[in-house]
């Protein structure tokens, strides 16, 4: 299995891990490269605007798993009643 199938089942499997792995990578990068300093970068595309992304892909990821979970669920207890 290659890295990238991994990364995307972990992410299926658990949206809200990923989504703080996801943050705590972005606030570390953003120190590590701009520290105290506020750039043009900054000011067009806060910080802020990233984490309400990532928040919007974690929710958009935990009602796509939720969606496959049920399906699953349905489908085999369409299966035990026939």
Do not use: C
Not at 7 to 29: R, S
Not at 54 to 76: M, P, Q, R, T, V
């Amino acid at each position: 299995m290659g890295k990238r199938r991994l990364i995307i089942q972990f992410i299926k499997n658990y949206p809200l891990v990923a989504l703080i792995l996801i943050a705590i990578i972005h606030f570390i990068a953003g120190w590590y490269m701009f520290e105290d300093k506020i750039t043009n970068i900054y000011d067009m595309f806060d910080e802020w605007f990233f984490s309400i992304i990532f928040i919007y892909i974690g929710f958009i990821a935990f009602i796509i798993n939720l969606k496959i979970k049920l399906k699953k669920l349905l489908k085999s207890t369409n299966e035990t009643i026939e």
